[in-house]
T-cell receptor, first 115, second 114 residues
Framework: KAGVTQTPRYLIKTRGQQVTLSCSPISGHRSVSWYQQTPGQGLQFLFEYFSETQRNKGNFPGRFSGRQFSNSRSEMNVSTLELGDSALYLC??????????????FGPGTRLTVT | DQQVKQNSPSLSVQEGRISILNCDYT??????FLWYKKYPAEGPTFLISISSIKDKNEDGRFTVFLNKSAKHLSLHIVPSQPGDSAVYFC?????????????FGKGTHLIIQP
């Protein structure tokens, strides 16, 4: 079974620009979560999508948004980029259904650098 | 306010000995705990998990212990091997989703010395 794939792997953007990151989950997984990893804050939860609906959201400003398509692929968008948005963005998929324990399987991440 | 804490940023252990990684949490609503391992330039890889109804879970060389009264969990690796050198993240979750997804600690860098 192919793992979680994320594109692009590396990205350099300028302050004020916007960026879109893509994630393809493991086949059959309907839940996709996004995380931001920075040296200072560690891994922080951004949001989770399940069946094209945002199910959970972390404590991030509205500049961070996402969506999920009918094939479970997900995109994450950051508008009006700030220097502090430089981070590794990780996508994770799971076969989680409501109320059950689950493990998340992570992709390799997209390294975003904002200059 | 960090709800999941890994107080040791790094840990050095000799090959063949036991590695013990510790994690503390503050949110009593957490009822499912996981350990992930991360190599550079790769995403975290799931290792082992435990629900709050148990106090121990074993999988090969890896054992996770949960002490609910102390809000503490630990990961034991026996015996430690060179390939175990990586960053280990402790994570916690609330059954039924909760608003926060998985809450991670900041990680412990485990170094296995030959």
């Amino acid at each position: 079974k192919a793992g979680v794939t994320q594109t692009p792997r590396y990205l350099i953007k300028t302050r004020g620009q916007q960026v879109t990151l893509s994630c393809s989950p493991i086949s059959g997984h309907r839940s996709v979560s996004w995380y931001q990893q920075t040296p200072g804050q560690g891994l922080q939860f951004l949001f989770e999508y399940f069946s094209e609906t945002q199910r959970n959201k972390g404590n991030f400003p509205g500049r961070f948004s996402g969506r999920q398509f009918s094939n479970s692929r997900s995109e994450m968008n950051v508008s009006t980029l700030e220097l502090g948005d430089s981070a590794l963005y990780l996508c994770a998929s799971s076969n989680r259904t409501s109320g059950l324990y689950y493990e998340q399987y992570f992709g390799p991440g997209t390294r975003l650098t904002v200059t | 306010d960090q709800q999941v804490k890994q107080n040791s940023p790094s840990l050095s252990v000799q090959e063949g000995r036991i590695s013990i990684l510790n994690c503390d949490y503050t949110n009593s609503m957490f009822d499912y705990f996981l350990w992930y391992k991360k190599y550079p330039a790769e995403g975290p890889t799931f290792l082992i998990s435990i629900s709050s109804i148990k106090d121990k879970n074993e999988d090969g060389r890896f054992t996770v212990f949960l002490n609910k009264s102390a809000k503490h969990l630990s990961l034991h690796i026996v015996p430690s091997q060179p390939g175990d050198s990586a960053v280990y993240f402790c994570a916690a979750s609330v059954l039924g989703g909760g608003a926060d997804g998985l809450t991670f600690g900041k990680g412990t860098h485990l170094i296995i010395q030959p």
